[in-house]
């Protein structure tokens, strides 16, 4: 029996990054196989970065085609929006974002550059999730205006995190992600990154 959560289709599902970063990986890989067989399923929205994605999927990405590839294998899943939310390929030194959303009979696809800030932060990926659905909902499923919002709210916060332990000296309480001090930019964002249809 499925939690009532999980079957209620007016209720969207998210399953976020948090099975591996560059360095840890913070669940057993026997887990594995319930995250892609059993939770991806059930999501309508997920935003794996590269390294999970590739666990889920045990498709390497090196290429925009892996990319593609990569998108599909987790619609035929069943999951309505991917967002590919860290993508590091070989031909660029920024960050890639790509996102493949099909919504009512519509497939959007976008990316976008994301410059590298010179600085490791902890919660970036909860945060993009929590801003990426926040947007998702109030833009009736805009995937390119979610986006856009999403990730310049979260370099805004990380620029302020990181102008704030610049200052003060850089620690783990200093690089704590200052989310309070951002809620302006967190409500409305500036559009400075913009995000291209593909």
């Not at 939690?3 to 289709?9: E, Q």
């Not at 913070?26 to 196989?33: F, K």
């Not at 929205?45 to 590269?50: A, E, K, M, W, Y």
């Not at 987790?74 to 974002?97: C, M």
């Amino acid at each position: 029996m499925k939690p009532t959560f999980l079957t209620s289709p007016e209720r969207d599902f998210l399953a976020w990054g948090f099975i591996k970063s560059r360095v840890y990986q913070y669940v057993p890989p026997e887990v594995l196989p319930i995250y892609r067989d059993k939770l991806i399923p059930l999501s309508d929205l997920i935003t794996p970065n590269q390294y999970e994605a590739e666990l889920l999927t045990g498709i390497k990405i090196k290429s925009r085609e892996d990319i593609a590839s990569v998108m599909d294998a987790f619609h035929q899943k069943g999951v309505k929006t991917v967002i590919l939310s860290s993508v590091q390929l070989q031909t660029s030194e920024n960050l890639h974002l790509f996102g493949s959303s099909i919504l009512k009979n519509s497939k959007s696809l976008v990316s976008m550059d994301i410059p590298k800030l010179p600085a490791s932060f902890t919660g970036t990926g909860d945060l993009f999730s929590a801003l990426l659905l926040a947007w998702m909902a109030n833009t009736d499923g805009d995937l390119k205006v979610s986006c856009e919002n999403a990730v310049n709210s979260l370099q805004c916060v990380l620029k302020r995190t990181l102008d704030y332990a610049n200052k003060k000296g850089k620690s783990v309480a200093t690089m704590e992600l200052q989310l309070v001090q951002s809620k302006v930019d967190i409500e409305n964002p500036p559009i400075v990154l913009k995000c291209q249809d593909l």
